[in-house]
């Protein structure tokens, strides 16, 4: 069974970085795409970021693209997300998921949908303050 566990959260300022992590046990997840969404409170779970299975692709949000970069190790089995320039809007609690129900080939689009992927993390909050 796979379990994915998000750390790295916190309270910070505006224009400060935080670095996330998100650990995958259970299996190894170096041949599935992995994702990060956040939510915040009254507000639907929404994408932020993409990666494929190698690192490789990724893709963004348009509200966080030049700021979050999202890069993955599979070798330690994790994904993070360095969040840069953060902005009081950028507060959320933020999740890690995966798909372990397909391999995504080059030319498939990478999903950006929640109901893509089939494994989430517990998430971590982060906040913002103005």
């Known amino acids: 069974q796979v379990q994915l566990v998000e750390s790295g959260g916190g309270l910070v300022q505006f224009g400060d970085s935080l670095r996330l992590s998100c650990a995958a046990s259970g299996r190894t997840l170096a041949s599935y795409v992995m994702g990060w969404f956040r939510q915040a409170p009254g507000k639907d779970r929404e994408f932020v970021a993409v990666v494929s299975w190698n690192g490789g692709r990724t893709e963004y949000a348009d509200f966080v693209k030049g700021r979050f970069t999202v890069s993955r190790n599979n070798a330690q089995n994790m994904m993070f997300l360095e969040m840069n320039s953060l902005k009081p809007e950028d507060t959320a609690v933020y999740y890690c998921?995966?798909?372990?129900?397909?391999?995504?080939?080059?030319?498939?689009?990478?999903?950006?949908?929640?109901?893509?992927?089939?494994?989430w993390g517990l998430g971590t909050q982060v906040t913002v303050s103005s």
């Open positions: 998921a995966t798909d372990l129900s397909r391999h995504y080939t080059p030319s498939d689009a990478l999903p950006r949908r929640v109901d893509e992927y089939n494994v």
